[in-house]
Structures are given as structure tokens and as C-alpha cells.
């Protein structure tokens, strides 16, 4: 077997560990091929630990690659027992076997089964973190982080744009499809990470996780400020874009960019504490 985990010390804020059968490159079990090319890389699996160099915490990614394991997906936190009645797998002080992990007490300990995203995205450092919001998303204090960046969000279109997300309904709590496509853009327009910036979002319910992903790479949530325009449709072949009130002044930019910075901030202190909560538990992805 394929054991990169002896190549990193354990000061790394990742580990990159593999478990079950690497070496058939005939079956995937749900795992794509580039994937595995990362995961089975020296040179892929040492760019992931470089990327997560700003987690303070320690972060053991294993991957899981055999018969059965795909079907356990975003299943979140789990005990031990789960891991050797389910997975198969043993729990050992130092594993040397492909069906042997140990976990660690002063980690983060993630399982990963297989990438079979709908953004079909290799699971290379910033995958990696994204999913793992989906194995912590039952966690109370991410489900609070995910309803404050929407209620946020309205509040700043509301405010600055003069605009309100459609509901199904005057009764509903759920967006329609316009409305959805509308927080969706508006991220776009906020967010400074690769897929807003590359218009890649596929879902304004992935912002969240987007936004946990750059907080674990880069140590921080960074949004764009105001001015910005939101990209509405497009009409007869050019773009048109939503721009704020045309009654807005620059103090109330100032007004509002200072409630984006207070955003960043209390995003931050969430993430951080969705992180730390996280320390020492096991998760399925």
C-alpha cells in the first residue's frame, strides 16, 4: 500500500493518509481520475500541505478507496465503533495496514470515501476543505454561521440595492428560483474566492462551505467592497447588472463597507469556532 503519511512530520497542519486498495487503478469506487493522481503524487499530496500552512489546528485527511465505503457519504460526526462496523477498518496506536487508522485526540480526524461532487472538482487542497463543511454542517454553530451570511446577504441587498430574493410564497421561509439565482450572484459579486471570481458557484447554498474553505487556506474571510455591480442577465447579448441605489452616497458606501468588515470578522471568530469544536472527533465525508 501506498502510505504517504510517513513522508510529512507531524507539525503539519495535514496529514495526507490513504486507506484501502490505491494501487488497482482499475477500480475507482467513485473516486475520479484525477483525484487519485493527486492523492498517489508526492508532488500533489505535499502542494495540499502547503496550502493548509495557516490552519492552526491538526487536520488528518484520510481517503478511503474500496468496495462499499462510497455509499457513507456526508454522513458528519461518528463514533469509533462506527468506523469498524461499518468501514471495517481497525483502530490502532500506528497503523501499517490498509485497513488500520488511528485517531488522534488532538486532531481534526476527517474520512473521506469518495469525490463525487456536483462540482466535479478534483479533490485537491481547497476540495478538501470545502467538504469538509458538508461532514460539519449539522454542527450548531455552522448552521447558525450559514444563517447569519444569508440573513447578511439579504440585508445588504435590501439596503444597497434597493432588491429582495422572491420566496415561494408571502408565507415561506424558502427562496424560489429567482431568488436563489439572485443570492447566487450576489456572492459572486462579494466573494473573492476562485469560483466567485471565475462566476463558478454553482449554488448559493455552497457559499457557506466556499467560505470555510478560504478561512482554512488563507486564515481569513475576505470580501470585495462597495461599490460593486450584481450581474442580473443578460439583454440581447450584453450583460446587465443591478447597481446600488442611485440615491446612494459615499458615507453610506463607508456605512456599508464597515458592516462588511464586521462580517469578515464575525465570520471568522465562527469558523474558527466550528474548527476548534472539531478537535479531537471523527467525521465522514
Do not use: C
Request: a positive charge; proline letters at 5%; hydrophobic letters at 35%.
Amino acid at each position: 500500500m501506498l502510505h504517504f503519511s510517513k513522508w510529512f512530520l507531524n507539525e503539519m497542519p495535514i496529514q495526507v493518509k490513504l486507506l484501502g486498495n490505491w494501487e488497482d487503478k482499475d477500480k475507482r469506487y467513485r473516486w475520479d481520475k484525477p483525484s487519485i493522481g493527486i492523492l498517489t503524487n508526492p508532488v500533489g499530496v505535499e502542494k495540499i500541505t502547503q496550502k493548509w500552512s495557516n490552519l492552526p489546528q491538526q487536520f488528518n485527511a484520510w481517503m478511503l478507496k474500496g468496495p462499499g465505503a462510497s455509499k457513507y457519504v456526508e454522513v458528519g460526526e461518528v463514533r469509533p465503533t462506527f468506523l469498524m462496523d461499518n468501514l471495517k477498518l481497525k483502530i490502532v496506536p500506528n497503523p501499517t495496514q490498509s485497513d488500520e487508522i488511528n485517531i488522534d485526540p488532538n486532531a481534526i480526524n476527517v474520512i473521506y470515501t469518495q469525490n463525487i461532487g456536483n462540482e466535479k472538482a478534483p479533490m485537491n487542497y481547497w476540495t478538501i476543505a470545502h467538504r469538509f463543511g458538508h461532514a460539519v454542517k449539522r454542527n450548531q454553530t455552522f448552521q447558525y454561521f450559514v444563517r447569519e451570511v444569508e440573513k447578511d446577504i439579504v440585508t445588504l441587498m435590501q439596503s444597497v440595492y434597493g432588491r429582495t430574493p422572491e420566496k415561494e410564497n408571502m408565507y415561506g421561509q424558502v427562496w424560489n428560483s429567482k431568488g436563489r439565482q439572485f443570492l447566487r450572484q450576489f456572492a459572486i459579486a462579494l466573494g473573492t474566492m476562485g469560483s466567485a471570481r471565475k462566476s463558478k458557484l454553482r449554488d448559493f447554498g455552497e457559499f457557506p462551505y466556499e467560505l470555510l474553505a478560504q478561512y482554512i487556506i488563507t486564515g481569513k474571510v475576505t470580501f470585495n467592497r462597495l461599490p460593486f455591480n450584481v450581474f442580473h442577465r443578460y439583454d440581447y447579448g450584453k450583460k446587465r447588472h443591478i447597481r446600488p441605489q442611485w440615491d446612494m452616497q459615499q458615507d453610506d458606501f463607508e456605512k456599508w463597507n464597515e458592516f462588511i468588515e464586521h462580517m469578515e470578522q464575525t465570520y471568522q471568530q465562527l469558523l474558527e469556532e466550528i474548527l476548534e469544536s472539531s478537535v479531537g472527533k471523527i467525521f465522514i465525508m
